[in-house]
């Protein structure tokens, strides 16, 4: 049986950054990822993006920002992004094993996964227009 009839799934992904730096999280023994998760049946994406960054960080976020939807392969990201000054660090939550900052720079020396890595490229050629 293919994928072909499967429909997408539908994740909630959020930049966050901070002086420069975006925000990563990791579970246990994986790559290095964006916030985020799946969007629940009875939710907007914007309320997974913000339920998803309390679950893994621990972070309430004042506000977000919808950027755009990409599709790879069978999932669709809905974007968002927030930049505000912390009063406290995110910590790991749930089944986060650690959080991160990293700067696109650091990025090729870390283990990202691929599909953040190609989500990332796309919203940095975009957001230089």
């Not at 499967?6 to 964006?34: C, D, Q, S, Y």
């Not at 991160?100 to 996964?113: A, D, I, P």
């Amino acid at each position: 049986m293919g994928t072909a009839n499967k429909p997408a799934k539908r994740r909630a992904t959020i930049i966050f950054r901070r002086e420069g730096r975006i925000l990563f999280v990791r579970k246990r023994k994986a790559k290095w990822n964006l916030p985020g998760g799946r969007v629940e049946q009875a939710e907007t994406p914007m309320q997974a993006a913000f339920r998803e960054m309390s679950e893994e960080t621990g972070m309430t976020l004042g506000h977000l920002f919808y950027i755009s939807e990409y599709q790879e392969s069978n999932v669709i990201h809905y974007l968002f992004e927030s930049s505000v000054s912390l009063q406290r660090e995110p910590r790991p939550c749930n089944e986060i094993a650690d959080c991160r900052w990293f700067t696109v720079k650091e990025l090729s020396k870390r283990n990202v996964n691929r599909s953040v890595k190609a989500l990332l490229k796309r919203w940095l050629a975009e957001s230089a227009v």
